[in-house]
């Protein structure tokens, strides 16, 4: 596969922590998020070229690397005596405070984040380049020898060049700006590198990654949301000494946030097992070993997110805030030891998982229900610690507000699924049957409380029609302070079947029935909330949006039951992902799939792309095509009887299973799994 060039991705080009934001035309104006940023700093908020004659802002294309940038401006057909003005302006922002602007031109007011007044630190060396004119005047930080200051005050440096006035005619004037930058705590920055460098750099680090991916044989839109998801996450891997981990996403999440890195992680283990093992050995590094309520820290507990220099000032460098990071530690590290076939890296993290599972059952003995529960202890930090990070997401059918410690459902059904990884853990490979026999019976007390806590019976009175999907009982997305349910239908309990947490039928026919309900399921994939409950807001972050991933997570849990609807729901992801040029973004406008709609509508001012929604189709066809280990047979193979007519004849050459390459073929209704060559 032939990576494209980093410039064409949409309004941003990435290597990493690295990114330019620009206008879709390539324009970076400083206008509200737009700069080129690096390490959670904005290092250059505007790198603006004009023709003097008129005055026109000409479109330039950046080329990105960890330590710099390169702008490149192309101006055609400049007449004799014609001048040409670069500008720039240097900042060193954190990314925080970025944000807050964007929000004030948004109308929100006086809104702030309150972290304080910490100032960004950094010191940038820059050079201009111009070719087929002559130097005409340069002032401001041009003139200033070595590295110049980035500390949050914007500093101006321009240029300007004017072609001969006895050149023979029309000259082709480039401009190139180049950059090289560090954090004020090293030695000295970079000296810059040019475009060409930075672009060659590039696409051999995406282009090294892509070209070792499986390859995929399959219609034109699912063919194009393939490529796209696989180029979307070769550019937002970041290096770290464990090895590369995706980054949560573009712009402001490019780091590594615990509960985006092991799902993304999962969902790709098919095409580069050697990403889980990075992030889990990356997230084992910087385990919690004790308190620290400034972060919400505590034993055992896996991280939230990570922050560097001037931004870890204002927020923290490394936060612990998430009640589902934990256990989806372990569920990740069974599954990539099921998939490379080896206990190697179980045997490596033992102590982790240990700590891990000592943390989970830590917070269902302190917790009076018996369940895992969260609460904001840290000054600063996140009031929400479940994925649905939204102040207003925990509420009930009525809109009314949680209060006091929350219980999500996915993350009983998480933890559930992570004591028995541990039980099998210590059953195969710590040689430790008093602890698989101990956690085996912890899990099976928390799955039984699931349906005990979170299952709400409904009157007949309050139905809205006669088939409401709630008829009977249904059940809460979460347990609040009093040990009520929070009885809004929510996205959440599609997690409760992809973990496999419950088996009686019963209660996995109810959770499918409120999924595929048209309240729930909005034809481009499943909202986050239900239509039938009050706080509805299809085009809120979390209150009635559809987000790829949780709809991805959803389906591989009705998979196991009820293979063509899920099919269903992973083909409108494909749909909606193939009618914005291939890329599955989220979150998307909650709006029903009417039968002149063509494509959903995406959130705007959020991060784009974003690991977990590009690694969803990865999930979809991992499902679809039924792709497990079998570990008596050391063989990936296939445990569906039938496929969706879209996926015959599909071809996915070169997955990665047990250390090998596999062939995944698709007939009329028979799916083979066989060796590559």
């Known amino acids: 596969m032939t990576p494209t060039s980093s ?47 008129p005055e026109i802002s000409v479109p330039g294309r950046a080329a990105i690397g960890d330590d710099g940038a390169a702008i490149r401006f192309e101006l055609d057909g400049v007449l004799p005596g014609e001048g040409v003005l670069l500008l720039v302006e240097l900042d060193g922002t954190d990314i925080f405070t970025a944000r807050e602007i964007q929000l004030e031109r948004r109308g929100r007011g006086d809104a702030t984040l309150g972290l304080g007044d910490a100032r960004p630190r950094a010191r940038v060396n820059i050079e201009a380049i111009c070719t087929g004119a002559v130097a005409d005047d340069a002032d401001g930080v041009a003139r200033a020898p070595g ?28 401009i190139e700006f180049r950059s090289g930058w560090a954090l004020i705590t090293d030695e000295q920055p970079p000296a810059p590198r040019t475009f060409n460098e930075l672009d060659a750099a590039w696409r051999e680090w995406v282009g090294g990654w892509l070209v070792d991916r499986p390859l995929l044989e399959a219609d034109q839109e699912l063919g194009s949301v393939y490529r796209r998801s696989l180029e979307d996450l070769a550019g937002i891997r970041l290096q770290e000494p464990d090895g590369s981990i995706f980054a949560a996403g573009l712009p402001w999440a490019a780091t590594v946030v615990g509960r985006d890195a092991m799902l993304s992680a999962w969902m790709a283990l098919p095409i580069d097992p050697q990403i889980a093992r990075s992030t889990l050995l990356h997230l084992a590094r910087h385990q919690s070993a004790g308190y620290d309520l400034s972060t919400d820290a505590a034993p055992g507990k896996i991280q939230h997110d990570e922050r560097r220099g001037a931004a870890a000032e204002r927020w923290h ?54 369940l895992v529960a969260y609460v904001r202890r840290a000054t600063r930090g996140l009031d929400v610690q479940g994925w649905k990070r939204s102040s207003d997401s925990q509420q009930d059918r009525a809109g009314g507000a949680a209060s006091g410690v929350i219980r999500p459902i996915e993350v009983q059904a998480y933890s559930v699924a992570a004591l028995r990884t541990a039980a099998h853990l210590a059953r195969t490979v710590w040689s430790d049957p008093a602890a698989a026999q101990a956690w085996t019976i912890r899990a099976e007390q928390l799955a039984a409380r699931i349906p005990e806590r979170y299952l709400v019976e409904m009157p007949a009175s309050q139905l809205v029609s006669e088939d409401d999907p709630r008829r009977g009982a249904f059940f809460a997305h979460a347990v609040d302070g009093s040990g009520l349910p929070l009885d809004a239908s929510c996205s959440n309990i599609g997690h409760v079947l992809w973990a496999g947490a419950l088996s009686a039928p019963d209660h996995v026919d109810r959770i499918s029935a409120q999924l595929l309900h048209p309240s729930l399921n909005s034809g481009w994939g499943i909202r986050t909330l239900s239509t039938l409950d009050a706080g509805f ?74 690991a977990v929604a590009a690694a969803s189709p990865l999930l979809m066809l991992r499902t679809v095509l039924g792709l497990e280990v079998d570990a008596a047979t050391s063989s990936l193979v296939s445990r569906v009887n039938t496929v969706p007519s879209w996926a015959r004849g599909l071809a996915w050459r070169g997955v990665h299973a047990l250390g090998r390459r596999w062939d995944v073929v698709v007939g009329d209704d028979l799916v083979v799994v066989i060796t590559a060559q």
């Open 7 to 53: 410039t064409t991705l949409d309004s941003m080009t990435i290597t990493g922590r690295s990114f330019a934001r620009s206008s879709a035309d390539g324009v970076i104006d400083g206008q509200g998020e737009r700069g080129v940023y690096a390490d959670d700093l904005r290092m250059i908020r505007r790198v603006e070229a004009f023709r003097a004659n």
């Open 147 to 174: 590295a110049i200051d980035a500390d949050g005050h914007v500093r101006t440096a321009s240029w300007t060049w004017r072609v001969p006035a006895d050149a023979p005619g029309p000259v082709n004037v480039t």
């Open 317 to 370: 460098e490394r936060y612990y805030g998430a009640v589902d990071s934990t256990p989806l530690f372990l569920m990740l590290l069974g599954e990539a030891c099921a998939w490379s076939g080896t206990p190697e890296l179980a045997m490596q993290l033992e102590a982790n998982a240990r700590a891990a599972v000592a943390w989970i059952e830590a917070r269902i003995d302190e917790d009076g229900l018996g």
């Open 537 to 610: 807001e299809p085009a809120s972050l979390h209150n009635g949006s559809v987000w790829p991933h949780d709809s991805a997570l959803c389906a591989a849990g009705i998979a196991r039951t009820n293979p063509a609807a899920a099919a269903r729901i992973f083909r409108a992801l494909i749909d909606g992902g193939a009618a914005h040029g291939g890329r599955v973004s989220e979150p998307l406008v909650g709006a029903d799939r009417g039968r002149d709609e063509r494509a959903p509508t995406p959130l705007t001012g959020g991060n784009d792309p974003l």
